[in-house]
Antibody, heavy 119, light 110 residues
Framework: EVQLVESGGALVQPGESLRLSCAAS????????MHWVRQVPGKGLVWVSR????????TYADSVKGRFTVSRDNAKNTQYLQMNSLRVEDTALYYC????????????WGQGALVTVSS | VMTQTPLSSPVTLGQPASISCKSS???????????LSWLQQRPGQPPRLLIY???YRFSGVPDRFSGSGAGTNFTLKISRVEPEDVGVYYC?????????FGQGTKLEIK
């Protein structure tokens, strides 16, 4: 069974940093692209980043470029989202999402990690 | 831009439901495929993939869910709404970078 479990969500102040982790199981992690998508509670979905299988090709949404960094450790079946210079508008549930192999898109979603940025 | 209609859909149990999604640009990829997906988000749950490439049901998705469309106009249909179908439905395109989502359609029971 494919599982994606996010951790690291917290309440932080503007300007602070936070790192989210996404632990994957039930599939060969190193074979899949991985994404992050965020959702302000009660609002819609916004794509944040994507990363290829070995972490050599990464793209970001303009809203987080230069502040967020994604990485992965295939030996630990984990991807990370390092968030620096956090803003109030970064407050959201952050979902770890697996890229699909058979088509362009994504398939499985984690439960999400809540990040709250507030003074 | 992905535009869904309606934004809210009150439906009677056992009756059909339909959600429309329109893209501001053609979603036909250079490969010839169209990467339009539908997601379901039940209350308090993460999104779940229902349909990919317009009309392919994902693993474990009941056959009362179906997708159709082409180019810029797409539809998700539920043949007979059941209680567990309550939630918000999103269309999502992956043809153009970056992936973008419709604003969501809330399905509720009358």
């Amino acid at each position: 069974e494919v599982q994606l479990v996010e951790s690291g969500g917290a309440l932080v102040q503007p300007g602070e940093s936070l790192r989210l982790s996404c632990a994957a199981s039930g599939f060969t992690f190193s074979d899949y692209w991985m994404h992050w998508v965020r959702q302000v509670p009660g609002k819609g979905l916004v794509w944040v980043s994507r990363m290829n299988t070995d972490g050599s090709h990464i793209t970001y949404a303009d809203s987080v470029k230069g502040r967020f960094t994604v990485s992965r450790d295939n030996a630990k079946n984990t991807q990370y989202l390092q968030m620096n210079s956090l803003r109030v508008e970064d407050t959201a549930l952050y979902y770890c999402v697996r890229g699909a192999q058979q088509w362009v898109g994504s398939d499985y979603w984690g439960q999400g990690a809540l990040v709250t940025v507030s003074s | 831009v992905m535009t869904q209609t309606p934004l809210s859909s009150p439906v009677t149990l056992g009756q059909p439901a339909s959600i429309s999604c329109k893209s501001s640009q053609s979603l036909v990829h250079s490969s010839g495929n169209t990467y339009l997906s539908w997601l379901q988000q039940r209350p308090g749950q993460p999104p779940r993939l229902l349909i990919y490439k317009i009309s392919y049901r994902f693993s474990g998705v009941p056959d009362r869910f179906s997708g159709s469309g082409a180019g810029t106009n797409f539809t998700l249909k539920i043949s007979r709404v059941e209680p567990e179908d309550v939630g918000v439905y999103y269309c999502m395109q992956s043809t153009q970078f970056p992936d973008t989502f419709g604003q969501g359609t809330k399905l509720e029971i009358k």
